[in-house]
T-cell receptor, first 115, second 113 residues
Framework: EAGVAQSPRYKIIEKRQSVAFWCNPI?????LYWYQQILGQGPKLLIQ????????DSQLPKDRFSAERLKGVDSTLKIQPAKLEDSAVYLC?????????????FGPGTRLTVL | AQSVSQHNHHVILSEAASLELGCNYS??????LFWYVQYPGQHLQLLLK??????LVKGIKGFEAEFIKSKFSFNLRKPSVQWSDTAEYFC???????????FGTGTRLTIIP
């Protein structure tokens, strides 16, 4: 079974530039998550999708971050414009259902460096 | 708001030593508890989880964790560690009414051969 795919794996940009990350979840998984993991911290949920609808985006900085999952499969997370404090690993995860007990399967992450 | 504390930031052990990593959580309702592991160069993956039943949960690779409700704890244990257990370990919690998974800051485990 193929895992969660993410691209790119690494990205270096200057502040005020824009960047986009892509995620393809495990086939058949209805729920998709984007997390931000800053160095030395645990992952923090940015947004959760159930199929193509948003379940929770309470921790997404909506003035600069946006995300979409148009066909209920793959997803894109965008930052525009980027700030120095956005330097982090951005993790995508998926689970079969929208259930608190479901296992979340994580992708390899995209390491973003903002200069 | 729910939160998770992992007080051990970096643990160094010799092979065959016993392991216990602490995890304490703050949540007012029914909880689900998870331990995730990230081996060097690999993805975060589930080690074990608890959501009901026997409070002693067994996971992959000989790991186990015990849910002690009165202490708000879910410590991870392994009787004899191996070099291949070198990794970062994250405790996480969610629960009824707040299904968002909240992670601790992680514990880096280094096993010396």
């Amino acid at each position: 079974e193929a895992g969660v795919a993410q691209s790119p794996r690494y990205k270096i940009i200057e502040k005020r530039q824009s960047v986009a990350f892509w995620c393809n979840p495990i086939s058949g998984h209805a729920t998709l998550y984007w997390y931000q993991q800053i160095l030395g911290q645990g992952p923090k949920l940015l947004i959760q999708f159930q199929n193509n609808g948003v379940v929770d985006d309470s921790q997404l900085p909506k003035d600069r971050f946006s995300a979409e999952r148009l066909k209920g499969v793959d997803s894109t997370l965008k930052i525009q414009p980027a700030k120095l404090e956005d330097s982090a690993v951005y993790l995508c995860a998926s689970s079969l259902r929208d259930s608190a007990t479901d296992t979340q399967y994580f992708g390899p992450g995209t390491r973003l460096t903002v200069l | 708001a729910q939160s998770v504390s992992q007080h051990n930031h970096h643990v160094i052990l010799s092979e065959a030593a016993s392991l216990e990593l602490g995890c304490n959580y703050s949540y007012g309702g029914t909880v689900n508890l998870f331990w995730y592991v990230q081996y060097p160069g690999q993805h975060l993956q589930l080690l074990l989880k608890y959501f009901s039943g026997d409070p002693l949960v067994k996971g992959i690779k000989g790991f186990e964790a015990e849910f002690i409700k009165s202490k708000f704890s879910f410590n991870l244990r392994k009787p004899s560690v191996q070099w291949s257990d070198t990794a970062e370990y994250f405790c996480a919690v969610n629960g009824f009414g707040n299904e968002k998974l909240t992670f601790g800051t992680g514990t880096r485990l280094t096993i010396i051969p």
